[in-house]
């Protein structure tokens, strides 16, 4: 069992940066592979990044690469997103996730496996 708290969110102008952290309760999070999602109104919840249990590697949204960066720190349970120039249309519910397989070789885009989540954290961007 994994609990998760996100933190960092916000509202910032287009163009500008924010950094998102999930801090972990429970001495398994080592093991889980850690997710990133974001929810806009009236959307279906939306895979934004992944990452392995080792953080040695990450997976990204197509439409996200090169702007967001995903990483962990296991030593002090947190599991951060990096998110630079912003748009408009970045705005939503941010939810951090950890898939419950522990030491999964594998990431995963799909929401319905990830078996724990955070309750988010809201980013608003202006224009």
């Known amino acids: 069992q994994v609990q998760l708290v996100e933190s960092g969110g916000g509202l910032v102008q287009a163009g500008g940066s924010l950094r998102l952290s999930c801090a972990a309760s429970g001495r398994t999070f080592g093991s889980y592979n850690m997710g990133w999602f974001r929810q806009a109104p009236g959307k279906e919840r939306e895979f934004v990044a992944a990452i392995t249990w080792t953080g040695g590697r990450t997976y990204y949204a197509d439409s996200l690469k090169g702007r967001f960066t995903i990483s962990r720190d296991n030593a002090k349970n947190t599991v951060d997103l990096q998110m630079n120039s912003l748009k408009p249309e970045d705005a939503a519910v941010y939810y951090c996730?950890?898939?419950?397989?522990?030491?999964?070789?594998?990431?995963?885009?799909?929401?319905?496996?990830?078996?724990?989540w955070g309750q988010g954290t809201q980013v608003t961007v202006s224009s």
């Open positions: 996730a950890a898939d419950p397989r522990r030491f999964r070789g594998t990431l995963s885009y799909r929401a319905g496996e990830y078996g724990y």
